[in-house]
C-alpha cells in the first residue's frame, strides 16, 4: 500500500472499510465489544459528537490506510481545551508507510483549530513499534496511569 495521499474526517460511508480496521485493533488489545458499542463509536467519530470525532487515512488507491479517533475536552489546568488521541490503528499492511504519521500530524492540526493546546495519548508498555514512531512525534511524559473501573 502507498503512502496516503489523504488524511480527513471519517464519514458515514467508510462503515465497510473502517470495521476490519477497528476490529483489529480491538484484537491487538486483546478487548471485546459489545456490538452497540462499535456502532455507537463509530456514529459518534462520524458526526463529531459528545466532543468525539475521527480521522481517516485513505491511500492512493481510496482504500482506508488506517484511522484516528479522538475526543476534545476541557482542562482544570487551561483555560483552553485538550485533545486526546483515545484509538489509532494502521492496517498492517500500511504500516512504515507514513500513514501513522499523517494521522497524528492531522490530529494535531484539526486539535489546534479545534482550540486544544495539548494533543496527548498512551499506549502499553510492550507496543514498540508504535512507541517508535510515538517517540519521533511526541515528548514521553512520566506519567503513570491507574484505572479503575466503576460497573
Known amino acids: 500500500m502507498s503512502t496516503p495521499l489523504q488524511v480527513r474526517a471519517l464519514r458515514a460511508d467508510d462503515r465497510a472499510a473502517w470495521q476490519p480496521l477497528w476490529d483489529g485493533y480491538l484484537r491487538f488489545y486483546r478487548h471485546e465489544l459489545d456490538p452497540a458499542i462499535t456502532d455507537l463509536t ?3 467519530m462520524c ?4 466532543g468525539m ?3 481517516a487515512a485513505v491511500s492512493h488507491e481510496g482504500s482506508l490506510a488506517g484511522f484516528a479517533h479522538a475526543i476534545v475536552h476541557p482542562s482544570t489546568w487551561s ?5 486526546y488521541l483515545e484509538d489509532l490503528f494502521v492496517a498492517p499492511t ?3 508507510t507514513g500513514a501513522g504519521v499523517a494521522l497524528i500530524e492531522a490530529l494535531a492540526t484539526t486539535a489546534r483549530e479545534r482550540g486544544s493546546e495539548r494533543l496527548y495519548w498512551q499506549t502499553q508498555q510492550f507496543n514498540g513499534p508504535a512507541r517508535s514512531l510515538y517517540d519521533e512525534v ?5 506519567y503513570v496511569v491507574y484505572e479503575r473501573m466503576l460497573g
Request: charged letters at 25%; a neutral charge.
Open 47 to 50: 458526526e463529531q459528537r459528545d
Open 94 to 96: 500500511a504500516r512504515g
Open 53 to 55: 470525532f475521527g480521522l
Open 79 to 83: 483555560a483552553t481545551s485538550y485533545t
Open 42 to 44: 463509530f456514529a459518534r
Open 138 to 142: 511526541a515528548d514521553l511524559t512520566s
